[in-house]
RNA sequence: GCCCAGGUGGCGGAAUUGGUAGACGCGAUAGACUCAAAAUCUAUUGAUGGCAACAUCAUGAGAGUUCGAUUCUCUCCCUGGGCACCA
């Protein structure tokens, strides 16, 4: 037998596929097999091309698309290209060769790489952004989009990349700057087109969770990306306040979700780039003052890369009349608010971090309506679960001796506790009265110089000499001695606590309750944000914790006619116009009678004109616009002069919907046929990187449901089950880019290796959404294992099967089949590898057995598995075999390996019969384990069926 | 700062509902084959002590629950990813 040769089988074997076109998939009314469609999120032809990395995720679909064929699905795994936008655009500037020359060059360069690794793509649906018979469909779906007024001109400013010189989404910022070449980012008033994708917010939102009839969830997606699609989209409600600016006739509105205490609002600020602020500020004394100095907050802010954390601000000179009244309140400009959430306009009060700062730097005045309140969950003093709360009034005084700088604490002898003075009030007690009367009791202390109200802070909290859960309310003091003269103190307080007089210092390191340290911390000037507590008004309200009031505190706004309820959301609009040249011509015309005016449907596609300057000019508008005999046109309604659209779509619209045309990727007549729709119905899995989890996917499914809406599809969401690929890093850890140097060529390793080496060993590198490292070595163990498996060839007979062989060969196609399918590629490999060295020390492996074997070896590696099948006598190739199936009753054991653990540490092991029974397993494990025995009597025996036995000594 | 994922030998990583930690692979060491090397095969390979049987310690650190914890709970540290003035 010749030795195995990867170079001759592989080649040959591709052309053999090729050939025989074995891979094509068959349209779904000519099978009545179920139908399986598995997708890879499409390239971007790079000049770069392919490095080991990028065909991770392919190799992975194809393996399962493999088995699924072989397990009788009518399976779809398409490919195509997405070839717009602006790196096409710029490689092809710096090249100086048209782009579409270089897609062209470039998608050959991919075909050619993805071609020499085996993967089983029915190429015959390929689709390509860039050509007009797929970019008519994403230009029909825009019209659509607009027709349904979902597609809208804004003049807003925008995102201007200065050096990319386009408009940017959103989406497409990394912290002010431009995600692509990094330059910082300008606003520009610009004309856009925006898609309406927040109309969908609520369904993006919630249609992540959507239920099956059985209850299960349809979206089979990682939690951490449903979760980040979550955060993108930025749901809050809360209540919308409408106010008068005084002096004025003008009104604004204010948007909280933090609303509870709405009554202590003392100003309102404004965002610097607020379109309104204009208006505000006109013919006011400050105008010119206050719009420079936002101008400038706009432009620092920029510039910072929204990094600055100081706050600043100014005084706009207006007021607005508060509508739940507090009164009059100041309208200031401020850094931190955001023109875009919410109404771009808030009222503040001191119960908020932010507010709070900027307060304090102003010296804008605050009123607190919450009362801290602390609750105690560690140590002696947490509260118990099964115990009631007992509420009392009571007082805490923090006392200053009468000459030095000292403070009087009580140092606890019952438990590990220091405090201030504190107790409760008695009847007909007021605070001051109930604190000196403590302070003499418990200290002695009589004589004051001052004594000075604090705040009020309440504490949940166990009392560990009391054996109860307290809920106090506690009345702060501040106290100051004049003498040390002193009454006599009874022995019971004297049991109880030692008085002790501490510096600043051992304050802070003295007290344990943290009500107390952050009274202490706010009499040394270092306040405290209160956020949560008691609520202290209105007084339908009081008393209650702010955790607890929202619903109530909605219905008195509402009831009172106060505020109304409002959803807001951090999603945006889609910008979705781009001043380049390469990309889809938005359909549309500007008449100067009409209007916009749609292209009509049958004169798509709308081809971007072949032209020999695309630079962009830099002035905002693309490069088509110099193209007269292109741009000038007759209008489609009046007939008269008219000029076309001349921005260009972005990057993403081509990806948003290509999904559904590999349904039906020749259709001239529709996007995608109905029945071929119906038949498809969704992808079953999509694999690809997580870095698309917030952009593609979002708008992908935006534009899904809007075509679910007007009746292309039939289905809710596109992607059933999402899987996300790990990268595979340089071998030096760092992510491969030509920067380091450290990029593997997958040519490179086919050649050394073979295509199947590569496959086995991308899938065998760990676990397969996670990052790892390529390693030079690592790779020769994959490569030993296929020259085991050939050699085994040798050694096939006609036998039957040896029952040890059979049984772990069952147990392998059971653990490979669920492998795959839960994308456990690592451990199906390992489980093989198992086999194969087993099978090696077998005197003979019967033909049946290693028949089966090479088929479930087949979706790593195809090339390999077809020539030993052919070997074997096989006429048509393995990959169109069908699938083994394992035998529960060919995998069970006879005996079993029982661990004897001696309080909990394993002594012996027993085998035994799987039926034995319990009392003879622990008898034979007393014995095996005896000489441990001898220590102490027997306490407890556990067993654990076919584990162990635990004796508890 | 917030959210998510993770931390296991020299390295990549395994470990069902809590039940023998280190499967499988790489590397390393020794031996066989060879004139020699490579390749291949065999054996060993978490650490410490011991000739050995064996013992003790080990899953980022510390505590807790349990007969028993890589797995569950809490606190902290570190790494990766995402978001970041979101009212």
Redesign the pocket.
């Known amino acids: 037998m010749k030795s195995y040769d990867h170079k001759k089988i592989e080649k040959k074997w591709q052309q053999e596929w090729n050939k025989k076109k074995i891979y094509k998939t068959t349209e779904g009314d000519k099978t009545r097999n179920p139908k399986y469609y598995v997708l890879d999120m499409f390239p971007y032809p790079s000049g770069e091309g392919l490095h080991v990395g990028h065909p991770k995720g392919y190799i992975a679909t194809d393996v399962i698309s493999r088995m699924k064929r072989m397990q009788g699905f009518n399976v779809l795994h398409p490919m195509g290209f997405d070839a717009f936008g602006l790196p096409a655009e710029n490689f092809a500037l710096k090249m100086k060769i048209h782009p579409e020359i270089a897609v062209k060059k470039n998608i050959k360069r991919f075909k050619e790489q993805l071609g020499v690794i085996g993967l089983d793509y029915d190429w015959s649906r390929e689709v390509n952004t860039t050509d007009p018979k797929y970019y008519k469909w994403t230009q029909w779906i825009f019209l659509q989009l607009f027709k349904k007024g979902l597609a809208y001109e804004s003049h807003e400013p925008i995102n201007w990349c200065p050096s990319c010189k386009t408009g940017l989404a959103?989406?497409d910022?990394?912290?002010?700057k431009c995600e692509r070449c990094g330059s910082l980012v300008e606003k520009k008033p610009l004309r856009q087109w925006v898609l309406k994708i927040t109309d969908y917010a609520e369904r993006l939102l919630t249609e992540l969770d959507l239920k099956n009839k059985d209850g299960s969830l349809l979206l089979s997606w990682?939690?951490?990306i449903k979760?980040?699609q979550r955060?993108?989209i930025?749901k809050?409600e809360?209540?919308l306040f409408e106010a008068p600016v005084k002096d004025t006739n003008l009104k604004i509105q204010?948007?909280?979700?933090?609303?509870e205490a709405f009554t202590a609002d003392t100003f309102v600020?404004?965002?610097p780039d607020?379109p309104f602020l204009k208006e505000l500020v006109k013919n006011t004394p400050k105008e010119k003052e206050v719009l420079d100095f936002s101008a400038n907050?706009v432009k620092?802010?920029l510039s910072?890369g929204?990094?600055?954390?100081?706050?600043?601000g100014i005084f706009t000179g207006r007021y607005i009349v508060d509508p739940v009244g507090n009164g009059d309140l100041p309208i200031w400009v401020?850094?931190?608010?955001?023109?875009?959430?919410?109404?771009?306009?808030?009222?503040?009060?001191a119960h908020?971090?932010?507010?709070f700062v900027f307060a304090k730097k102003y010296n804008i005045k605050l009123k607190k309506v919450i009362e801290p309140l602390y609750i105690d969950t560690?140590g002696a003093s947490a509260v118990r679960a099964d115990l009631p709360f007992v509420e009392r009034e009571a007082v805490m005084g923090i006392v200053k001796h009468w000459q030095e700088d000292k403070y009087l604490g009580l140092k606890w002898k019952q438990i590990d506790w220091g405090t201030f003075v504190t107790g409760g009030i008695e009847p007909g007690q007021t605070p001051e009265e109930a604190i000196k009367a403590e302070l003499e009791e418990e200290t002695g202390y009589f004589k004051f110089k001052s004594i000075k109200k604090l705040g009020r802070r309440h504490a949940k909290f166990y009392h560990p000499p009391k054996k109860e859960n307290r809920f106090g309310h506690f009345n702060h003091f501040y106290l100051e001695l004049e003498s040390g003269e002193q009454k006599e103190v009874s022995q019971e307080e004297k049991d109880k606590h030692e008085v002790v007089w501490l510096s600043k210092d051992e304050v802070e390191k003295f007290l344990v309750s943290e009500g107390q340290r952050d009274e202490w911390h706010e009499l040394q000037g270092k306040e405290k944000v209160v956020l949560d507590g008691i609520l202290t008004e209105p007084k339908e309200l009081a008393g209650r914790e702010v955790k607890d009031v929202r619903e109530d505190a909605i219905k008195y706004l509402e009831k009172n006619n106060l505020a109304k309820r409002k959803t807001?959301?951090?999603l945006r609009d889609w910008v979705f116009s781009r001043q380049r040249y390469w990309g889809e011509p938005i359909p549309l015309i500007h008449c100067e009678k009409c209007g916009v005016v749609p292209v009509p449907e049958k004169d798509l596609p709308v081809k971007l004109p072949k032209v020999k300057f695309y630079e962009p000019t830099g002035t905002g508008e693309s490069p088509l616009a110099a193209i007269s005999k292109w741009v000038n046109v007759k209008c489609p309604k009046c007939k008269g002069k008219a000029k076309r659209e001349t921005n260009t779509m972005p990057q993403w619209a081509g990806s948003s919907w290509y999904y559904l045309r590999f349904m039906d990727s020749k259709n001239p007549k529709a996007l995608v046929d109905k029945k071929k729709e119906k038949y498809w119905n969704t992808v079953d899995l999509y694999v690809g990187g997580?870095?698309h989890?917030?952009?593609h996917l979002i708008y992908a499914r935006f534009w899904h449901k809007f075509l679910l809406d007007i009746g292309i599809v039939s289905t809710e969401e596109p992607f059933r089950k999402l899987q996300s690929v790990?990268l595979i890093m340089g071998p030096d850890g760092r992510?491969m880019s030509k920067r380091f140097g450290n990029i593997i060529n997958p040519d490179d390793i086919v050649n050394r290796y073979g295509a199947d080496t590569l496959r086995l060993?991308e899938m065998?590198?760990?676990?397969f959404?996670?990052?790892?490292?390529w390693?030079e070595?690592?790779?020769?163990?994959?490569?030993?294992?296929l020259?085991?498996v050939w050699?085994i060839a040798q050694k096939v007979s006609k036998n039957n099967s040896s029952s040890s062989i059979e049984k772990l060969l069952n147990k392998t196609i059971k653990k490979v089949s669920v492998d795959i399918v839960e994308m456990?590629f690592?451990?199906a490999?390992?489980?093989?590898?198992?086999l194969?060295?087993e099978m090696?020390?077998a005197p003979d492996i019967s033909l049946k057995d290693y028949k089966k074997f090479i088929q479930i070896l087949a979706p790593f590696a195809p090339h390999l598995a077809d020539e030993i099948w052919k070997n074997l006598g096989e006429k048509k190739s393995i990959n169109l075999s069908v699938w083994p199936k394992w035998d529960e009753k060919l995998m069970k054991d006879e005996d079993v390996?029982?661990?004897v653990?001696v309080?909990?540490?394993?002594?012996a092991?027993i085998v035994i019969a799987v039926d034995a029974k319990e009392d003879e397993i622990k008898k034979l494990a007393s014995v095996a384990v005896s000489k441990?025995l001898t220590a102490g009597e027997i306490?407890?025996v556990?067993y654990?069926?076919?584990?162990?036995v635990?004796i508890?000594v």
Not at 769 to 773: E, G, H, P, V
Request: proline share 2%; charged share 30%.
């Open positions: 959103n989406e910022l990394e912290g002010g990682p939690e951490s979760e980040m955060h993108w930025g809050s809360g209540m204010t948007f909280s979700a933090h609303f600020v404004i965002a607020h907050l620092e802010r910072d929204y990094e600055t954390k100081e706050v600043k401020a850094s931190y608010a955001l023109a875009d959430y919410g109404t771009g306009i808030v009222k503040c009060s908020d971090e932010r507010d560690k807001t959301y951090k997580a870095e989890a917030t952009r790990g992510k060993y065998f590198m760990g676990p959404d996670q990052a790892i490292a390693s070595e690592a790779i020769i163990g994959p490569r030993r294992f020259e085991r050699k456990r690592n451990t490999i390992s489980s093989m590898m198992i194969v060295s090696e020390k390996k029982i661990v653990q309080n909990g540490k394993v002594r092991e441990y306490k407890k556990i654990i069926k076919n584990r162990l635990n508890v």
